[in-house]
T-cell receptor, first 118, second 110 residues
């Protein structure tokens, strides 16, 4: 049981290049999330997916696209990378935000992808 | 987006001391969360708070959900070196969107 895995761990891009960040979870979770974390700031939600085939914008979606092709995988794509997208990207998953008992399901985070755009 | 103001930004304390940090918002949140992040890793949930006024403990950690639903605090008692890390508050808005504070970096001197 690997939890949440992310690839790659590090990436350097030139401005204008494209790339896809991969995320997979093996916990059979419905909900998955993409965040970015910048120095001195908390995590900001880019996109989330409440279930397979559905996605919704978070706080900072501009410049990104996502794809939830199946229950396990949720990818984040940068079509034309910009220096402002230099950040650490975290993927997370949870069973659902809420269980039937009204308690919040824990979000499990991956180890992060460190992206530098030159 | 929703703004969470977390303070202090950083703390340098002696092992054994108690620590207090807080988070405020201009918006009402349904749920307050506290996470810890260690270098090179993703955040790990420490405590979740669901009701205004709720006080919840997890070992040496105690957190409270403010009466106004716009603030929360986290206390760590008798700090130890492994408490070092960055602590984030987060609010759950509209039942499915998480907003994070900017973090409190905790340093503990042995």
């Amino acid at each position: 049981n690997a939890g949440v895995t992310q690839t790659p761990k590090f990436q350097v891009l030139k401005t204008g290049q494209s790339m896809t960040l991969q995320c997979a979870q093996d916990m059979n979770h419905n909900s998955m999330y993409w965040y970015r974390q910048d120095p001195g700031m908390g995590l900001r939600l880019i996109y989330y997916s409440a279930s397979e085939g559905t996605t919704d914008k978070g706080e900072v979606p501009n410049g990104y696209n996502v794809s939830r092709l199946n229950k396990r995988e949720f990818s984040l794509r940068l079509e034309s990378a910009a220096p402002s997208q230099t950040s650490v990207y975290f993927c997370a998953s949870s069973a659902d935000p809420w269980t039937s008992g009204g308690q919040l399901e824990t979000q499990y985070f991956g180890p992060g992808t460190r992206l530098l755009v030159l | 987006g929703q703004q969470l103001n977390q303070s202090p930004q950083s703390m340098f304390i002696q092992e054994g001391e108690d620590v207090s940090m807080n988070c405020t918002s201009s918006s009402i949140f349904n749920t307050w969360l506290w996470y810890k992040q260690e270098p090179g890793e993703g955040p790990v949930l420490l405590i979740a708070l669901y009701k205004a006024g709720e006080l919840t403990s997890n070992g040496r950690l105690t957190a409270q959900f403010g009466i106004t639903r716009k603030d929360s605090f986290l206390n760590i008692s008798a700090s130890i070196p492994s408490d070092v890390g960055i602590y984030f508050c987060a609010g759950l808005y509209n039942f499915n969107k998480f907003y994070f504070g900017s973090g409190t970096k905790l340093n503990v001197k042995p």
